[in-house]
């Protein structure tokens, strides 16, 4: 053996790690370095990401933001050269619901303006509304007759006062430091706390729909609230009841205005009344609510495969929001990340033996209802004999998702998928220069990859950075806070991953469930 050929041997050596079935896992070095020169020294993934969030804004799952962001997206995808792009319906949801104007201000006994926002699926005001503020402590129903007919007109702070958490302030956002990658990797068996004990249920307390049902006949100006001590921020979800009436116009109008306000605006106002010193308040919140049901829809696009094209390999996020913000990490940074990943597929003109699907969900932040539906209807599930299998359930490969901020890869997570290590893992070799080297069996949720993994698809979440100043669900969730450089090499990896996945002699393989 030459020199030449003995240093290349070791090289090969080098770039293969056993397969799953023992056989080497193969690296395309040479693709892997044009999707790192398009991604890195041509992207375009804060182009998407500024669009997304300068322009288009928050994108709550079915409102009329969410359709014109669709439509945009549609044309994004076919501009990228995708084929078989479509808007999927998943389910009749309920009416459109939009925020289109608020106004919050306290008038004495001090002027301030105040930030608030709707909770969603709750309606506006007449116009403008100047009314007295008061404190309602509504827990048990004997509470009612305290308060029965003494809250007509009044603007009520509705919960107690929360401590603003100043550590985030002390400490900042600290990266993940070396011991701590060490343990993700280590730590294979986590330690399970057993559950405490749920205290039985008092009957006499009031759920949150009933004392959303008691305000409004009781006829308030506005219900104020808190629930979040983060200085600054607005968090506020939805309203209480909202799923369970499916989103509905009736529900929508047949609640009070709710406004979820800052922490140090909120303690101000509850300050000045605790000491007998009236508040007043000016409030104005307008709403579109929609007329009639409509569905609410996944955007689905294709690079199509060739000797293996019906099978899939698929890349994804979650595309709706919530409406505080354009919510530029949650997840419209997963968003950007999938666009880039695809485009840098089709610029390199890569042409993948399986097909390549990019799904951008809606519904994700009411419960997965976008991939939950899009998996039982593509794919089914084998573990629920009133769904089973459909044929599409052996033509999946594998579901990459990206919903954990935009911090930069640090490595993914198994999923408890032990099989599937060897090639995760050759995959990951091209970027440990980004600091990609961390392969954990933990299992880690509360995002898409679930409506995959709990069916026993291969669904997987890469491990990130955690990344400062990003406000995931508030009203402090901007463009500024996105760090570019970590979102191109995010995209590469993604880019590298689906690729590999795509031309593999074999499916990812898959994890037994019980
Ligand atoms: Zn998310």
Redesign the pocket.
């Given at each position: 053996m030459t020199t030449r050929l003995r240093s290349f041997a070791t090289a090969l050596l080098l770039l293969v790690t056993a397969g799953f079935t023992g056989g080497p896992v193969p690296v395309d070095w040479v693709m892997v370095a044009r999707i790192r020169e398009e991604g890195l020294q041509h992207s375009q993934v804060m182009d998407y990401e500024s669009y997304m969030t300068d322009v288009l804004g928050a994108r709550l799952t079915l409102s009329q933001d969410m359709q014109r962001a669709q439509t945009w997206l549609q044309g994004t995808m076919k501009q990228i050269g995708l084929v078989n792009v479509v808007a999927e319906p998943f389910m009749d949801y309920g009416v459109t619901w939009d925020n289109e104007y608020v106004s919050l201000h306290m008038l004495t006994p001090d002027y301030q303006p105040m930030l608030g926002y709707p909770i969603a699926y709750t309606r506006g005001t007449d116009g403008l509304q100047v009314a007295e503020a008061v404190i309602v402590d509504l827990q048990v129903r004997g509470d009612l007759e305290k308060y029965r007919g003494t809250l007509r007109g009044k603007a009520v702070l509705v919960s107690p006062p929360v401590p603003i958490d100043m550590a985030p302030l002390y400490n900042g956002t600290p990266r993940r430091n070396q011991a701590e990658l060490d343990s993700l990797q280590r730590v294979v068996v986590v330690p399970t706390r057993p559950a405490p004990p749920r205290p039985a249920r008092n009957p006499d307390l009031l759920s949150a729909e009933e004392k959303l049902a008691f305000y409004q006949a009781e006829g308030v100006a506005a219900v104020l609230q808190c629930e979040s001590g983060w200085l600054g921020a607005v968090r506020g979800f939805s309203r209480p009841g909202a799923r369970t009436d499916g989103w509905s116009r009736a529900g929508m109008l047949a609640s009070p205005v709710v406004i979820a306000i800052t922490p140090e605006h909120y303690n101000r106002m509850y300050r000045i009344l605790k000491r007998n010193i009236p508040v007043t308040v000016e409030i104005n919140v307008r709403i579109r609510i929609g007329e009639a049901t409509e569905q609410a829809m996944n955007v689905i696009g294709e690079i199509p495969g060739t000797d293996l094209k019906d099978q899939v390999v698929m890349l994804g996020?979650?595309f709706d929001?919530w409406h505080a913000s354009p919510?530029a990490s949650?997840?419209t940074s997963?968003v950007a990340v999938a666009l880039e990943a695809i485009r840098i597929l089709k610029a390199v003109g890569a042409k993948p033996r399986r097909t390549i699907r990019v799904a951008l969900w809606g519904g994700?932040?009411q419960g997965l209802f976008g991939s939950r539906a899009y998996v039982r209807q593509h794919f089914g599930n084998p573990y629920d004999s009133t769904v089973g299998a459909k044929p599409g359930y052996e033509k999946l490969s594998v579901y990459f998702n990206q919903?954990?901020g935009p911090g930069q890869y640090q490595g993914i997570y198994l999923q408890g998928d032990e099989q599937a290590r060897s090639m995760l893992t050759a995959w990951m070799e091209p970027f440990s220069d980004f600091g990609m080297t961390v392969v954990s069996n933990q299992s880690v949720g509360?995002?898409d990859h679930v409506s995959f993994d709990e069916v026993g698809l291969p669904g997987f979440q890469f491990l990130q950075d955690r990344a400062p100043g990003t406000g995931?669900?508030t009203n402090l969730d901007f463009f500024d806070t996105i760090q570019g450089d970590d979102m191109k090499k995010n995209a590469v990896v993604m880019a590298s991953y689906v690729y590999h996945a795509a031309m593999a002699d074999t499916r990812l393989p898959r994890k037994a469930i019980n």
């Open positions: 996020a979650h929001t919510n949650d997840n997963g994700e932040e919903d954990y509360s995002t995931g669900h």
